[in-house]
């Protein structure tokens, strides 16, 4: 009964190759986010949609993207993944109102070698 | 800016005993805030918002605006409640944005 998938959940890769996560849910949410959690830290927000609406934070590095081609999908690209990059992203959705709660997905742990 | 303080790593504490988790925040506007919990191989799922009001698992929190705290208490621990908790705060309009806490490991021995 999964509602916000994340595929995989472990990824490797090497220094410099793009790589691409990918977040699905079943829930119709409006809004899905993207977040990146270091070990030992907070869960930090990258970007968000809402709907098609592309929101960027301010100190997101720009080797970092994401696509969102339907209200279902949601992907994260890194484009030179560096060793610091190396980290659990998180995808959720919320429907953008009402409560604003948030449903994440399970992490998918990002190796960088 | 907006922050969310939880000063404490880890609380450890017997089963039975009370269970106090601190967050204090700091946000020009309205604050909305809450309370998310990881389980060990979980995913992270809400626990409670202050909006609501409620007890959840027997946790409850409340906002103190003037003391700027939202802290997580439950009279009696169990330890299935041995978990990572984030406090949370909502921020950025309808966007439902949240800037996270750095965590409490609440550990809850037998």
């Known amino acids: 009964d999964a509602m916000v998938i994340q595929n995989p959940r472990y990824q490797v890769t090497q220094f410099g190759k793009p790589v691409t996560l990918s977040c699905s849910q079943t829930l119709n949410h409006n809004v899905m986010y993207w977040y990146q959690q270091k070990s030992s830290q907070a869960p930090k927000l990258l970007f968000h949609y809402y709907d098609k609406d592309f929101n960027n934070e301010a100190d997101t590095p720009d080797n970092f993207q994401s696509r969102r081609p339907n209200t279902s999908f949601c992907f994260l690209d890194i484009r030179s993944p560096g060793l610091g990059d190396a980290a659990m992203y998180l995808c959720?959705?919320?429907?953008?109102?009402?409560?604003?709660?948030?449903?994440f997905g399970p992490g998918t742990r990002l190796t960088v070698t | 800016a907006q922050r969310v303080t939880q000063p404490e790593k880890l609380l450890s504490v017997f089963k039975g005993a009370p269970v106090e988790l601190k967050c204090n925040y700091s946000?020009?506007?309205?604050?909305?805030l809450f309370w998310y919990v990881q389980y060990s191989r979980q995913r992270l799922q809400l626990l409670l918002r202050?909006?609501s009001r409620e007890s959840i698992k027997g946790f409850t929190a409340d906002l103190n605006k003037g003391e700027t705290s939202f802290h997580l208490k439950k009279p009696f621990a169990q330890e299935e409640d041995s978990a990572m908790y984030y406090c949370a705060l909502r921020f950025g309009g309808n966007t439902g944005k949240l800037i996270f806490g750095q965590g409490t490991t609440l550990q809850v021995k037998p």
């Open positions: 959720a959705t919320s429907r953008g109102s009402g409560t604003y709660e948030q449903y």
């Open positions: 202050h909006i």
């Open positions: 946000y020009s506007g309205s604050p909305e």
